[in-house]
């Protein structure tokens, strides 16, 4: 794993993921997958590279996560509940931790920008905000990005929703089969 520009830093937090954990996984299987995923989240969060996030729907709850390696957003779709427990609105900016994979065809949900370093064809956002320990040092990592970095997440993530409006991830996919 090549170190990220950005690590992320974050600690991994076990309250936080129990709070939720029954409500994205209800069969035993499901929980017992999802806890085996739990040191690869850990490792997503320690050493991924924080890239911008940013809410673009509070009903339903939708995050656009940017990758600059890819200069692409993914959309990913949460519980609603979120939106109260953090306080978010259209607009929040937030962070997330990214992974990268490398592969033959960039994924499907995915639409690189001009940007594109063709290093990758696919990242896993993990939004720092709702596994990490430490929220104000994590609200704090937006400053990380200029407001030239902001516009261009703001940029894909408007052209997205326009061209692929019903495209989403589970914002906690990488916890399912």
Request: one cysteine or more; hydrophobic letters at 40%.
């Given at each position: ?29 499901g929980r ?33 996560a940017y ?111």
């Amino acid at each position: 794993m090549s170190k990220a520009d950005n690590q992320a830093n974050v600690k991994f937090s076990y309250k936080k993921y129990y709070s939720f954990r029954n409500r994205i996984n209800t069969k035993f299987s499901g929980r017992f997958y999802s806890d085996m995923q739990i040191e690869n989240v850990m490792r997503a969060l320690l050493y991924g590279d924080t890239q911008p996030a940013v809410v673009v729907s509070t009903e339903p709850l939708v995050i656009a996560a940017y990758s600059d390696e890819m200069d692409a957003v993914v959309m990913l779709r949460f519980p609603s509940e979120f939106v109260a427990k953090y306080e978010l609105t259209p607009g929040t900016r937030l962070t997330a931790s990214c992974v990268y994979f490398s592969g033959e065809q960039v994924a499907a949900d995915i639409f690189v920008g001009e940007r594109y370093l063709r290093r990758w064809v696919d990242f896993m956002p993990i939004v720092q905000l709702f596994l990490g320990k430490g929220d104000e040092k994590i609200r704090a990592k937006t400053a990380l990005f200029g407001e030239d970095v902001w516009s261009r997440v703001a940029e894909m993530a408007d052209a997205y929703l326009y061209e692929h409006p019903a495209l989403f991830r589970d914002g906690f996919y990488y916890f399912k089969k």
